[in-house]
């Protein structure tokens, strides 16, 4: 699958983003409902069995017509491992802190997929010197200090294991992404993933013998089996999908970047079901993480403009 032209509007790439950003937005808020219910190895093991299974299919009619390349087993080695830990983290951290927050504390995870963006790719080592990207991270970097430091809770000492777990959960998406760019070019986005889920459910499998209470899923009541299988199929199969696509018609980082919308989408729902509220400052600083990440947009589909000086 080619890269679209700088000039030209990608459609497919456009409502991947999109969708990408439904399905993420919804996965916080279930996994912080399961955490009444379930441990996290029990819960990340049961989410990703419904993400398993919802691809099985697809996969088994791939393979019976020998449309599944050989090198993907070995090539989603390295993203398996890294979207394993990943999940780990990211189930963990709702056990100390509130879905709200923790998609903006997610949101450094850009950081590190732009770092890792300019040293694996050298086309896209131009953004660091078009005007409007620079503008685009400064905006992001005010934004995001400053929905993070006026955040009430974000002092209190049952914050910091969160904190520290959260932004641990960053710079492995850093490295999840740039290792999905790299390692399944060219590979079908849903036969990638569909690999790379039935890796990760074996080994969380073999790891709730040492981890986890299974037992607890046999007593849950029907939301919350309502909310695994909700949340496998659209926060970890649909959506894992779709962000392979959007990463390999756009830049790693824009891919990244354009994700910046959901800890507002997230707050917002959080505030009716769990009670959760953003302060006035947040909301602010928010709109200006936002506007820095619609700038890098725009930046990555005008690469013509006046560069800066280098040096």
């Not at 983003?17 to 399961?34: E, M, N, Q, R």
Request: hydrophobic share 55%; aromatic share 14%.
């Amino acid at each position: 699958m080619n890269k679209p032209s700088a000039r030209s509007f990608d459609s497919l790439a456009a409502l991947s983003c999109i969708g990408t950003l439904v399905c993420w937005s919804s996965a916080p808020l279930f996994i912080k409902y399961l955490t009444g219910y379930l441990d996290l190895w029990t819960q990340n093991l049961l989410r990703y069995l419904a993400a398993c299974l919802f691809w099985l299919p697809f996969l088994l009619i791939e393979l019976k017509a020998r449309r599944v390349p050989k090198q993907v087993w070995k090539r989603a080695l390295v993203p398996f491992i890294l979207v394993t830990i990943m999940q780990t983290l990211w189930a963990a951290v709702f056990y100390y802190i509130d879905p709200g927050f923790v998609s903006l504390l997610a949101t450094t995870a850009f950081l590190w997929v732009i770092i890792m963006s300019i040293i694996f790719f050298a086309e896209e080592r131009r953004l660091l010197s078009n005007r409007l990207f620079s503008m685009s991270i400064v905006l992001s970097l005010v934004g995001l200090a400053g929905v993070i430091y006026f955040h009430p809770a974000f002092a209190h000492s049952y914050t910091i294991t969160g904190v520290i777990i959260i932004l641990c959960y960053g710079f492995i998406w850093g490295l999840y992404s740039i290792s999905v760019k790299v390692l399944l070019k060219g590979i079908d986005s849903r036969i990638g993933f569909s690999v790379i889920s039935i890796y990760t459910f074996i080994t969380l499998l073999v790891g709730i013998l040492f981890k986890g209470e299974l037992h607890k899923c046999l007593v849950m009541p029907f939301w919350g089996w309502a909310s695994v299988i909700i949340s496998g199929i659209l926060g970890i199969a649909v959506g894992h999908v779709l962000y392979y696509v959007s990463i390999r018609r756009l830049s790693a980082a824009t891919s990244s970047l354009t994700q910046l919308a959901q800890p507002f989408i997230v707050a917002a729902i959080s505030f009716f079901i769990f009670g959760e509220s953003l302060t006035i400052l947040q909301w602010v600083f928010g709109i200006v993480l936002v506007a820095g990440s619609a700038l890098a947009i725009v930046a990555e589909k005008t690469p013509d403009l006046p560069e800066l000086p280098i040096g």
